[in-house]
């Protein structure tokens, strides 16, 4: 191994109780060719003393003391300044090396010099050095992270924010010079925007071993990357926004490209100002769990129109109009004066309902004292009581108007409710037109059923209410889609384990679901958990929606009932429309994680509809901004309204296939990355004018196919028997 010498930053604020063993953990490395640069920067309790101690048992401690505490930003940029070394290596106060650490981790980099930082896994401690990964379980989870590509830690840095530890890191110096030092704005998450900043220039590498002790206490007030803290959660929370709006405005449009192309919504995106339209689409689905943050896609957006040709290029080029740019103005983008006077506001009525709820369980103790003593007295007569209601049930009059007492019961009982959980009110209209097609089944099968949904946005505040709602007898259902599997998890599945660990007494029906499992770490482990927690629950059904899915299921779950059932959309009336066929050929292509296609894809099929019709529309079941309840029929019959008008469909989207066949329009299909697509066609392969194709070569044969073919309505019979089936596994 190359003897380079490697400079360790350690900076100091008030971390004397541990200042000593981390310091040791760094000199007593098996790799010795290094120097450990303490910065204090401005303690006043007994760290100088121990710093100098330290220095005069080993030379290789290089104290640099700060006039004032100006936070460890601008004490890491003093050490960076101060080192010597070709590499550099990070240590917090409290953390603690173990011994072949820095040698595994040099090693790999001497080996691979194109990588630009090297990681290594972690286990947490306690402030008394007790491992505490089993107590600390989502934090410590959240840093067993595997390797990733450069593409894929940039969209897993935007969507879910920081997971590598920054004390395990070690970089060529060489990658400050071409990223720049750490950000002296940010007071936390200053590593998260130094890591997605490296890795747009090189490769992140991750050694899967834990090669650090990192401190977590967190009922120690002075440890400054105590994210757990309340007071640092906020501050936190907005440096990631402004890193990622800062990643965004600092991205050549080579890197653009290179990194976010199978995002673009326009995959032929090259222009500058088409390539400004795409950063504000990808900054519209950053956060999709907080709207507040919708704003940096917005401002983008709000910069594009403004252009000369901007608004037309968004029309033309993106299917993005003046109206869907100021429906993003419907949700609050900031945290505005009504928004924190409507949070504190809601702060005082909790406060008063406690105060409420305490008087009333005093005033209840007090009553059940009293009502100890009546009980007694009731007891007896209630014993009197039961001899006259049995003399009354044997007589003749009793037997005789049993019917009419029976009738009367039914009469008074209460309507039977199904919960919806979670339903659709994110912008896909896929998942909205299924919530459509559900209400329209209970319709036809159970018209007596009281349909209740519950959407994702609101789960959270709606769970209480639900535990006290729900009674015996009510069913709990989770609308059909791709919700099962670890791509999705944070916004659908999740919920449906919660909802079924929650209600073990009560019929739970999933409608027909697709299932994905990434063969990855996370993806066994989440299909793991999936499978043990479907299973626990005594009365669960899961539909799947294709045969692929539906075998997938059979190895995973032991106990939960599985049916095969399609697409609940196609248990649809058709769609018909009064407007004649336009010469106008639609393009559905999806832009996310789930397109199985190369880059420059979509031109080439543009240019193929091309020869088909006169003008080529790209369009999309995705829409950029929540759809609630009172507007879902009019967003999902705009788009049907605008395939029914159309020449012909192109797609790779299911829903669009789907949309097509209940429209009688000619479609060619184009497969997902998890063959999806191509599975839902079974169900409806014998429509004249619906095709699969693999590739584009295959796109003007199948053209050809569809346009010639007869365009018969709709219709759901061959399908109904399986319908009936699902209708029957609903205990009412």
């Known amino acids: 191994m190359a003897n380079e010498l490697i400079s360790v930053l350690l900076p100091n604020y008030n971390g004397s109780a541990h200042l000593k063993e981390t310091i040791e953990s760094v000199l007593c490395q098996t790799y010795e060719n290094l120097e450990l640069i303490v910065i204090d920067d401005g303690s006043t309790d007994s760290s100088p003393q121990i710093i100098r101690s330290m220095r005069e048992k080993d030379g290789r401690v290089r104290p640099v003391f700060l006039d004032k505490n100006r936070h460890i930003c601008y004490a890491l940029n003093r050490g960076l300044k101060e080192a010597k070394g070709r590499f550099i290596a990070r240590i917090d106060c409290g953390d603690q090396f173990y011994p072949d650490k820095l040698a595994l981790q040099m090693e790999y980099l001497l080996q691979h010099p194109e990588c630009g930082a090297c990681f290594t896994l972690v286990d947490l401690i306690d402030g008394k050095g007790t491992v505490i990964n089993e107590k600390e379980k989502i934090v410590y989870q959240r840093y067993q992270q595997p390797n990733r590509t450069q593409t894929q830690w940039l969209y897993y840095f935007i969507h879910c924010g920081n997971c590598l530890a920054h004390p395990s890191v070690v970089f060529p110096k060489s990658i400050i010079d071409r990223v720049g030092p750490y950000d002296m704005a940010m007071m936390q998450g200053e590593d998260f925007d130094l890591w997605m900043r490296i890795a747009l220039e090189a490769p992140l590498h991750i050694i899967e071993k834990p090669l650090l002790a990192c401190l977590w206490d967190t009922g120690n007030p002075d440890k400054i990357s105590d994210e757990a803290k309340d007071s640092n959660m906020t501050r936190f929370f907005n440096i990631r926004v402004e890193a990622v709006e800062k990643l965004f405005d600092h991205i050549t449009d080579q890197q653009l490209i290179r990194f976010f192309q199978q995002e673009f919504r326009n995959s032929g995106s090259s222009s500058p ?42 029309e033309d080029k993106f299917g993005f109009s ?35 709820l305490e008087d009333q369980a005093r005033q209840r103790q007090h009553e059940a004292a009293l009502r100890t003593n009546e009980n007694a007295l009731l007891q007896n007569t209630i014993i009197a009581k039961n001899h006259e209601l049995a003399a009354i049930r044997e007589s003749t009059s009793w037997r005789v108007t049993a019917p009419i007492r029976k009738l009367r019961s039914r009469s008074q009982e209460r309507r039977p409710v199904i919960y919806f959980v979670p339903s659709s009110d994110y912008g896909n209209l896929g998942d909205h037109k299924i919530m459509m097609e559900i209400r329209h089944f209970f319709r036809c099968y159970f018209p007596k059923f009281e349909v209740r949904e519950i959407s994702c946005r609101h789960y959270e505040e709606k769970r209480q209410e639900l535990l006290c709602q729900v009674q015996n007898g009510d069913i709990l259902a989770a609308p059909g889609g791709g919700s099962i599997g670890d791509v999705y998890l944070p916004y659908g599945e999740k919920y449906m384990r919660d909802m079924i660990q929650c209600f073990p007494n009560n019929q739970i ?211 109904e028997d399986k319908y009936s089936e699902l209708a029957n596994a609903f205990r009412v």
């Open 273 to 314: 100002l088409e390539l400004e339209c795409e950063k504000g689409f990808l900054l519209l689905n950053c956060f999709q769990d907080c709207p507040y943050f919708h704003y940096l896609g917005f401002k983008r957006l709000a910069r594009v129109v403004n252009q000369p040709g901007g608004v037309e290029l968004l």
């Open 322 to 356: 003046l109206h869907d740019l100021y429906a993003l103005n419907m949700e609050h983008m900031y945290f505005d004066s009504v928004a924190f006077n409507d949070q504190a506001q809601k702060n005082q009525e909790l406060a008063s309902l406690k105060r409420q």
């Open 509 to 719: 029906i999933i409608f027909p679901q697709s299932l994905f499992y990434t063969k990855s770490e996370l993806g066994e482990a989440e299909r793991k958990n999936t499978a043990a927690i479907f299973d626990s629950h005594p009365d669960l059904t899961l539909a799947l929606r294709d045969q692929n899915a539906y075998q997938e299921a059979k190895k995973m779950f032991r106990r939960t009932k599985l049916m095969l059932i399609p697409d609940i959309v196609l248990f649809s009336d058709p769609y018909l429309t009064k407007a004649p066929r336009s010469e106008t050929g639609l393009l559905m292509i999806r832009s996310d994680g789930e397109t199985s296609h190369p880059q420059g894809w979509n031109q080439e099929l543009e240019e193929i509809c091309g020869k088909y019709a006169k003008k080529i529309i790209s369009t999309d079941t995705q829409k950029n901004y929540f759809i609630d309840l009172e507007n879902r029929e009019t967003e999902v019959n705009a788009v049907l309204e605008q395939i029914s008008a159309s020449k012909f469909l192109v797609t790779d989207r299911l829903h669009g296939m789907i949309f097509a066949a209940i429209t009688s329009t000619p479609c060619v299909a184009f497969d997902n990355v998890y063959g999806k697509v191509f599975a839902q066609y079974q169900w409806i392969r014998d429509l004249p004018y619906l095709e699969i194709a693999e590739s584009p070569e295959q796109l003007s044969d199948k053209l050809d196919r569809v346009l010639k073919a007869q365009t018969p309505v709709y219709t759901r019979k061959p399908l």
